[in-house]
C-alpha cells in the first residue's frame, strides 16, 4: 500500500508559480509511474504529466507543456510539480497517483493509477 499527500497548492496570480510536491509514506520502488492529475469543478478528471520513476521520463499534457516540469527525488520519496506561467484555467485540484504496472503509453489514463492522494487546491486569479 502506498500513501501519497500533496501540498503546495494556493492561491496565485495569472502569471505567478507554485510548486506541487506529492511524499509518498513509503518506497515508490515498487512504483512505474507517478502522475498528476487535476479536477476542475464540473468537469473530469485530466491528466497533466507523468514521470517514469526509474528512468527519470516524462511526459505532458498539450495545456501545459512549456510551463509545468515535472521531477522526482530519490531521497526523499517525493514527486513535484512546478508550474509557472500558471493561467486562470488551471484553477482546479491537483491529485498525484501511483501506477505499479507498465506499459509507459498509458501513463496518461487515471484508470491505470492505483493509489491516489486526496488533492490539494491549486486557485489562479485573473
Known amino acids: 500500500q502506498v500513501q501519497l499527500v500533496e501540498s503546495g497548492g494556493g492561491l496565485v496570480q495569472a502569471g505567478g508559480s507554485l510548486t506541487l510536491s506529492c511524499a509518498a509514506s513509503?518506497?515508490?520502488?515498487?512504483?512505474?509511474?507517478v502522475g498528476w492529475f487535476r479536477q476542475a469543478p464540473g468537469k473530469e478528471r485530466e491528466f497533466v504529466s507523468a514521470?517514469?520513476?526509474?528512468?527519470?521520463?516524462?511526459v505532458y499534457a498539450d495545456s501545459v507543456k512549456g510551463r509545468f516540469t515535472i521531477s522526482r527525488d530519490y531521497a526523499k520519496n517525493t514527486v513535484y510539480l512546478q508550474m509557472n506561467n500558471l493561467k486562470p484555467e488551471d484553477t482546479a485540484v491537483y491529485y498525484c497517483a501511483a501506477k505499479t504496472t507498465t506499459p509507459w503509453i498509458t501513463s496518461r489514463a487515471a484508470f491505470e493509477y492505483a493509489y491516489w492522494g486526496q488533492g490539494t487546491q491549486v486557485t489562479v486569479s485573473s
Open positions: 513509503q518506497r515508490t520502488s515498487g512504483a512505474y509511474a
Open positions: 514521470i517514469n520513476w526509474s528512468s527519470g521520463s516524462t
